[in-house]
């Protein structure tokens, strides 16, 4: 069986993820908790924060790290790479998505591949545009 997982967490991404949720022992149910919304610079915007899970989400865990995805999200986030960066000017938990035609200048947004017509529509029945 070729078993991939949800998503995969690189080790710097563990790394620096046990060390924000052992800070947070007081929750020990917490992960990063990933989910995907309409908006953005691109079309839709990654958000994310420490939380527990909610009904339905999927919960991914790496040695110390915990990622939590929204339930909502599942499909625009399938294969991502959490990643995380420390440089000096852009330090933090980067998402590489290869569901992504292209992302934003800062990270925080992407616009979905023309050939993934299910990533396209906004709940509520709008469609995004792909200028």
Do not use: H
């Not at 710097?12 to 309409?38: F, I, T």
């Not at 790479?81 to 980067?94: H, N, Q, R, V």
């Amino acid at each position: 069986m070729n078993y991939k997982r949800m998503i995969e967490i690189t080790p710097k991404a563990v790394e620096e993820l046990g060390k924000l949720l052992a800070s947070r022992a007081d929750v020990p149910k917490a992960g990063l908790r990933l989910a995907v919304r309409r908006g953005g610079c691109a079309g839709w915007q990654y958000e994310m924060n420490v939380a527990e899970p909610e009904l339905g989400d999927e919960i991914v865990i790496s040695g110390t790290a915990r990622v939590i995805v929204a339930a909502d999200s599942l499909d625009r986030l399938r294969g991502c790479e959490i990643d995380y960066s420390d440089d000096l000017t852009d330090a933090g938990f980067k998402i590489n998505n290869p569901k992504a035609a292209r992302s934003c200048g800062c990270g925080t947004s992407f616009e979905p591949l023309n050939d993934d017509a299910d990533l396209l529509t906004v709940p509520g029945g709008e469609t995004c545009e792909t200028n």
